[in-house]
């Protein structure tokens, strides 16, 4: 166990509550993570029916800092002054449970192996049994965010009303498998990892920044680069700038334990655990209104892997987010791009 | 300097003949590589009038044996029967002057950093003064290759004639620089690098897998995942079965030093050096009439980028080969790549 106030700081997380989860069974790994804590967030106020609840989930390396800022507010879709709005900081997100902020016998290297469906039953419990909530009028995340989304909608089909997933299949590609695979080699293979056994996060700097730029070359698109939008969009002054000011500044607060933790999650999503393989059995299980929404140049959950989701679901509408960032857009780098989020999940309230 | 048979045996490399450069100035550091040598093979005889001259130039990792396997023979466009066709390894390729075959003071991490310009003015040498070549018919090269083929256009223009460049830009891209250092840091971050200093290139095992992985990543497309012809084209079994068996197998005799040095070539390309800057000016010398084969699916060089290319030359045409293997499609893997790259250098010969 180690202390990394990135994130406890109020400066850098905003405000967040703990729940404390008690004992979570990591379900298919058989193993109990104990003392287990949920970070969350809450804006606006549950009604009366208890129908105005949305549940907002995080992706890797974000925690529910970024989804407040960017996502949510008065002028956005997801208005607190309409929604009690719930945002859930993943397991390993470093908020969260997480393995350095874990003590004793489960810290750092053996912290459990932990997937979506532990994160959702997470989750479940603290909506249902400390917010008392039965029914989510929608429940929206992107990326990692998104898989959990899937993974609500399937495994609890009856408290899912509407979902939205923002750049996520329902399933792992294996062109992500083998990319996921590459971030966490990048980090493990830095002889200061020490198996996980660091004394500090940032004595495994150099293989977190050579993860930050393996990183780079997909979570932008190719547009990006081509059109010098790190120059335009992020103000940065060279290549060399943004790689440096933007992708290694980005994660060097963070706990590679942690980073790891989410990149396991990551590259294991897939619903159709659910129905032993069958990915349309398991997708046919929504009953929630589905908004599926990619990202145009999305180069991790590209628009025609989520197309593909999207037929195998009863109700599922596509909107395609246009955005030349690629899969980053999910930050708000550009009012254009959260402008259409918010007119996508607005028509997604109206039903 | 260390032994390495896979580069000189004709069981992996075909026959191939040594021409001795003597001294070869590396330009733009005013370092001298000390008795260099380009490894060439010729195909068919150069008639009278010396105008059927065909230059063949070698990519990333490959050599003058994959060309003369896939791009050239009687049913192809490169036919020896009507061309003199030269094939020519790359500085660094491992059978050209590498670090792991220099002796001396220029061995292993001490060999120079080698531009494609100087690749170039080597290939001129051997093209005029060894074979006494003085026009070439056509210039054709796939991917680095495709980086030499603009170098000449660009650098001789009254010698090229025609010029074919594959999966190539004129001027490399920041995604491409920030990919190439990404497969740099896999290598060099492996504890037995050693600077470079290593006993034999499986001692980096480590470090060349996990840019084995990497290249996966970009070098193969998305379609090549989604619609896992990893199987239906390679005939493995799983994604791991692929990595391992092609990916990782592919790169493991080869020489980390050797590709090394053609990854820090790679990622500096850029004819406009001719032009201090001005791709256009650079673009505009070209007399050849120039073919752009772009590479449907490519993520390395992507059509787009191309296309900006061929706008800026006199006499270019574009011509996309449609392939979802993506850039590695130019290993042949498919007849259906090969077909349309003879069908369009026919095109491009016949004028």
Redesign the interface.
Known sequence: MIENTFYTDESTQGRYELFDLGDLLVEENAETLRGATLAFRTLGELNANKDNAVLVTTWFSGTGKVMEDVYIGPTHALDPRKYFIVIVDQIGSGTSSSPHNTPGAQSMAKFPQVRIGDDVRAQHKLITEHLGITELALVVGGSMGGQQVYEWAVRYPDMVKRAASIAATARI???Q???T??LQ??LT???RWNGGWYQDGTDVR??MD?MA??V???GWS?EF??E?R?RTILGMSS?DDF?NGVMKAYFEPMDPNALLTQIWKWQRADVSRHTGGDLAAALQRIQAKTMIMPISHD?FF?P??MEADAALIRDATVRVIESKEGHFALNGFEPAYIEQVDTILRELLSH
């Open positions: 590609s294996h062109h498998v083998t990319f695979q590459a080699e990048a293979s830095d002889p150099d293989g050579r730029k393996i780079a070359t997909l190719r680069y081509q010098e790190w290549p790689i180069l590209p025609n892997e």
